[in-house]
């Protein structure tokens, strides 16, 4: 028995509820099929088809989906093949998830040393940044967005050593000190046991075992104009100047900033909060070993270690997965 509720018609009582939470179009066809259903309408299929702007083939489509799912089949169904045949195997797809979630690198990073390893496997299979990086979004590990690219101009200093830019930062209470090369992108890292100008110092001293032109810092107290230990430092070490960065303008040490948020994303899938310090070091050094090598920067178009040095570790892939401890996932040459 049919019931009526505010002058619409229902096949059901418990319809009038149901359909209350669907979209207008769901309920427009609803309000047409349960005419049609009704023995004593003489509605046929051409006219509601016609109803709802639609053919008479499509209509009978939705008929016979409602009276197989209710009002469930009123709704638009998804478009999405039964079947992929272009889509990885299952094992390829957790060997992605595995090794992004043991070293947070992006999809280019990860094509690069998991194709490494499937090669030295004898596995044919290739898999490409974009494949990756829908891998990771339909597994969930990030959210698919479309990003608006833009090319920037960029300013960098003419050759290697021409300009050293250095910065402190934080990791689980550990202060490290990051230094990069701002023409070829090459970066150090170490961890320090304080943030005293004179630790930080040593630290400089350790990391940049050479001389060179200038050396960009921002205004913190270890590299103020005021700091005489760092005034000593640079007039022992600078062929030229110490340079700082204007106050509340943090894009002049921009590129040593993404170095920084690159090593500590690495730390953080690497080390959890852990505060072992022998720990943070073994994998601050795999790290650096893999930006300057293993990494292809396309801000230059080249690696950073070939770029200052003009060549680079090879084995850097063997390196980073004994480093990583990801022998189990990944295949060494």
């Not at 489509?61 to 990885?88: D, Q, T, V």
């Not at 040490?253 to 072992?276: E, I, N, W, Y």
Request: hydrophobic share 35%; proline share 3%.
């Amino acid at each position: 028995m049919p019931f009526i509720h505010q002058g619409q018609l229902y096949l059901q009582k418990d319809h009038i509820d149901a359909i209350k939470s669907e979209a207008e179009e769901v309920r427009a066809k609803y309000q047409v099929v349960a005419t049609v259903l009704l023995r004593e309408s003489n509605l046929s299929s051409g006219r509601a088809a016609k109803s709802l702007d639609l053919s008479t083939r499509q209509f009978n489509r939705i008929l016979s989906r409602f009276k197989a799912k209710g009002i469930a089949g009123l709704r638009h169904g998804s478009r999405r093949p039964l079947s992929s045949p272009k889509k990885p195997p299952e094992w390829a797809e957790d060997l992605v998830v595995k090794v992004r979630d043991r070293t947070g690198f992006g999809s280019e990073d990860l094509s690069v040393i998991i194709n490494r390893s499937m090669e030295h496997k004898g596995i044919a299979l290739r898999l490409k940044p974009k494949r990756i990086y829908r891998i990771l979004v339909r597994r969930g590990v990030i959210e698919a967005e479309r990003r608006a690219l833009h090319d920037w101009r960029h300013f960098e200093w003419g050759h290697p050593n021409r300009l050293i830019q250095a910065d402190l930062t934080n990791f689980n209470g550990h202060p490290i000190l990051t230094t990069e090369d701002d023409h070829s992108r090459r970066g150090w890292a170490l961890r320090l046991a304080n943030a005293k100008d004179k630790t930080v110092v040593r630290g400089l001293e350790k990391l940049l075992r050479m001389r060179y032109d200038n050396l960009l810092t921002d205004n913190g107290s270890q590299f103020s104009r005021k700091n005489r230990v760092m005034k000593q430092y640079c007039e022992k070490n600078l062929d030229e100047k110490h340079i700082w960065s204007s106050v509340h303008h943090p894009q002049t040490l921009g590129k040593l900033s993404a170095f920084q948020k690159s090593l500590k994303r690495f730390l953080f899938h690497s080390v959890g909060s852990s505060t072992d310090r022998k720990l943070i070091d073994h994998f601050i050094s795999v790290f650096v070993h893999w930006y300057n090598n293993g990494r292809y920067h396309r801000g230059i178009k080249n690696y950073p270690e070939v770029r200052y040095s003009g060549k680079r570790d090879e084995d850097w892939y063997t390196a980073l997965v004994k480093g990583l401890n990801l022998e189990e996932l990944l295949i060494l040459p």
